[in-house]
Every structure is written in C-alpha cells, then in structure tokens.
C-alpha cells in the first residue's frame, strides 16, 4: 500500500510528482511495492487530482494524516496483510518491504517509527478508533498493538520533507 496523501506543506509542492533518478516518488514507490507485492493499492486525496501513473483510492476523510491512508487501505486491501510505503521514503527496497512482513504481528516497523511498516487487519480496529475520536498520531494508534521493530539499514529510511532533503539524495 502507497500512502500518496500527505500535505508537502515544508517541501512546496506535491512530493509525490517530485523527481529522483528520473522518475517520480510516486512512480518510484509503486515500483518498489511492485517487485516486493502480487497486490498494490495506492491511497490519498483524490481532490489533490495528481497526474500519478496509477489508480488512487480516495481515503474518504477530510483528515491529512498517514492513519486516514492507512484505515482506508487496510480496508480496502484483499489480503490480511499490508506493507505500507509512505511516497516520501525514496530508498526502501522490496527486500526490506519482505523482512517487515515478515516480522508483523499486528505492526511491523523500524525502530525509528511506524512507516514504512507492515500491517495486519488485526490492526484495523485499533486504527479505526483512533481515527474516529482524532487521535491522528500512528505511533499513539499503535500503542496497544503487538508490534515488532525490525532493524533495517537506516540509510534506506531517509525521509524526504524539502527539496534540500531530495537534493541530498
């Protein structure tokens, strides 16, 4: 699952259309996802109406946050099972997206914090609550889930929140 939603409000513009390597981050995700994936499914705002080379699932909130993503996705997604990529994590390979599904209980993620992760439909439940009374912050959402932290290299965790941010890479 790609979350494509997020405002890029300190980046200026869409970071999903912003480019590394010759393509896009949005472009570059979907692409990741599908070499680690039989099942990709992209979630955001379709009012954002970006040029993306895939469908995009409309989250259905007027909320801006990675859990409104990561509920709509949870529930749409055919398997028990999600990987979850954020747009903004360029460097991820498929062969870390495989050691977070491996790991999952409920959640899986780095020590850093919960995206990228894997999740499970277990996990919906808690996911859902807290989106419905606003607490938006994952790691909160999380909290009385079984997680499992993996360790993975953190250089391919870089997250990219400006242009200088991108430029570095």
Avoid: Q
Avoid at 100 to 121: E, K
């Amino acid at each position: 699952m790609l979350l494509v939603g997020g405002a890029s409000s300190r980046f200026g513009s869409p970071k999903a259309l912003a480019r590394l390597g010759g393509e896009t981050l949005a472009a570059r995700a979907w692409r990741v996802l599908g070499e680690a994936c039989a099942e990709r499914l992209a979630v955001g705002k379709a009012g954002d109406a970006l040029d993306l080379p895939f469908p995009l699932l409309d989250d259905g909130t007027e909320v801006r946050a990675p859990l409104a993503g990561l509920v709509a996705g949870l529930r749409a997604a055919r398997t028990d099972l999600a990987v979850v990529v954020p747009v903004d994590v360029p460097l991820l390979t498929p062969a870390a997206l495989h050691e977070l599904a491996d790991a999952c209980r409920d959640v899986a993620m780095p020590p850093n914090g919960p995206l990228p992760g894997a999740y499970r439909r277990s996990a919906l439940p808690a996911l859902e609550r807290a989106l419905a009374v606003g607490r938006l912050a994952l790691r909160a959402a999380i909290a009385e889930l079984d997680v499992a932290v993996v360790e993975l290299d953190e250089g391919m965790l870089v997250n990219v929140n400006t242009p200088d941010d991108l430029r570095r890479l």
